[in-house]
């Protein structure tokens, strides 16, 4: 039946018939996979298309269209959401005024793109979308755009508002709902607001074209017709357009870069490369420096609690499960070890680990079951008891992962009362060292600002619940000997005297931080902590959790009473204090693996307002994420950007290493800083260290699962 499809569609005939045929060849093939446009996201050229990547999605483009030079990441943190950030350096225009900055104007922006429904066989792909929706808005537009394919050909067409449509191709339609949409204000002097006024008014325009995939499967072309005529351009700053025909050929090196050029405008060369990935899709290295599971070594029926030798198994379990045993009890047939999971990310390997270093001591018959009480800082957080027998099918292939999961109960750890035969042992003291790097980018003095720093970590452990840690951070090599410019501000100096803490000292004691833990009871989790607790700041805080076991809530409040620290990072304080804190709730929401965290409080400026925070978290422990604060201060007070907001990209280390670790990096971009909305950056919270609560993550761990 393909085969005839295919001779109809070569010949023209019963077109429809072959574009339906052909989503699911286009959904299936990768000569299909989605590529970028000059402004990043998916599309042709100028244009966005309603095409999106798969979830997961990352990319970094970069382009050059005189008198532009774009840099912009996107991502697909879900499968009809894209989202954008972008620095577009406007060559021909100066940062300021004449002997502020020797740089170009640098515009910074935030895009989304929504599909509204999928292609079908008889309707194309539709996608609603805004350009610098989070921006300054010299770019901005709104745009509604469908997508067709019939094979190797992809055909798109859009109306879009703003600069996209600038030509103002008609009159808006929207003019019969109100005449508030006839005219669009000009953008030069830009504050970053979410200007919702302007959405959608104006005259628009259409744009649309064709992408077309070569027999070559790493060469395409595209063809599109734009709906600007470059004679509303931000700052006036007018270019010439021959014709908005352009023409463009893409030429993938692999599957991870993509090479592009063009002719646009009629007169103008383009030049891009797009750096891709999915972090949805990556795998985990072979662990080649973890200790192998321990082969089975039976042993005869019957042995008993007074013949083993706990110490022993205590430690095989901290070497080859990664579990640091607080204790081993038995209760008839039950063998219950208390402890902290530290070094799988995967819970149930850990476990399936666990339990063949106790089949290989105590033998099969003499215990039916193997709990594990996960009790990370003192705090007894879940336990995970797995059936001896149902794991030992499994590891013959006599039953599957889903059985073997059905064969694990998940509970609120119980109190036991008795049957200890093990204590184990503190591990009081680590240390270790570790390359650090940090950066400003977009600011008057340099594009990119930064820094590589090697930093020293060390903790002491008075408890399993008490503790001390810090961070010394050395200057390896910086640019900072060109960082001269201090942001205004019209608030207290809470972030911005940022070039300061920077520029001090080569040595700067990053943090030093008492920190206690206590479980409150079954549900009420509890901390405080004191010291040095971030670059800026030192006091103390306190916060509480409510966190039910197995459901997808919790809400929390933080207190702090802090004071600025001085500028070389040292045990020196500057005059500002302040108390701030906040209520926060978690919704776990089950939809996409998607975390919505709000916060309503008092922040390090003494403004009042909110914190909203979206995440998407894969199975592999990647995990995107934005958040916009809004408060009291006025986008007056404020100053550019009007309202706190930013982007962020953890990253789980076992992704790369060859060794397993639960260890997580923090990547984010926040396109200003400014002093209002600005929290305390608290190195612990207690929703992350109580992650264990989260029984979805105990399920995932399973994709991982060898025998």
Known sequence: MSNLLRRLATVSTLPLLAAGASCALASENPRYRTTQHDFGGVGLLQTPTARMAPAGEFSFNANRTSPYSRYSISVQPLPWLESTIRYIAISNINYGDEGFSDQSLKDKAIDAKFRLWQESRWLPQVALGFRDIGGTGLFSSEFIVANKRFYDLDFSLGVAWGYIGNRGDFGNP???????????????DPGGTLNTSSYFSGRPALFGGIEYQTPWDNVRLKLEVEGNDYQSEPFRNNQAQDHP??????????????????????????????????????????????????????????????????????????????IAVESIAVNGDEVVITGQQTTYPSDAEGMSRAARVLDNSLGEGSYDWYTLVHKPYGMALNQTSVNAQTLREYERFETDRRALRYGMENAVPSVRQGGEVYNGELDQANAGLALGYRQNVGGPDSFILYQFLLRANGQFYFDRNKWLD???????????????????????????????????????????????????????FGMAYAGLLEDMYGGIGAEVLYRPHGVDWA???????????????????????????????????????????GSVGRYLAGDIGGTIDLSRRFRNGFEFGGWATFTDVSKEEFGEGSFDKGVYL?????????????????????????DGGAKLWRNYELYRLTQDRDLDRFDNSFQNLTR
């Open 650 to 674: 953890r990253v789980p280390f076992d992704a790369f290493f060859l060794s397993s670790t639960k260890s997580v990096g923090t990547l984010s971009w926040n396109p200003l800083t400014r």
């Open 470 to 524: 810090g961070t010394v951070g050395i200057n390896l090599l910086n640019n900072y000997d060109k960082f001269e410019y201090d942001g205004p501000s019209n608030l207290p100096r809470v972030r911005t005297d940022l070039r300061q803490y920077l520029t001090s000292s080569d040595v700067q004691l990053n943090r030093l931080q008492y920190t206690q833990t206590e479980q409150i009871n079954r549900d009420w």
């Open 174 to 188: 929207l003019s019969l709902i109100s005449d508030s949409f006839d005219d669009r204000a000009r953008n030069d």
């Open 555 to 597: 809400v929390g409040v933080d207190v702090n009473w802090v004071k600025q620290r001085g500028y070389r990072q040292d045990f020196s304080f500057r005059d500002y204090s302040t108390l701030t804190g906040h209520v926060t709730g978690y919704l776990r929401t089950g939809f996409h693996d998607v975390l919505i965290k």
């Open 245 to 322: 025909v352009n023409l463009g050929v893409l030429y993938s090196l692999g599957n991870n870069v993509d090479l592009t050029a063009a002719w646009e405008r009629g007169n103008t060369a383009m030049f891009g490369i797009t750096l891709r990935s999915n972090v949805k899709s990556v795998q985990r290295p072979p662990k080649l420096l973890d200790p192998a599971p321990e082969p089975r070594r039976p042993l005869p029926a019957g042995v008993s609690g007074a013949d083993v030798d706990w110490a022993n198994i205590s430690q095989r379990l901290e070497d080859n499960a990664g």
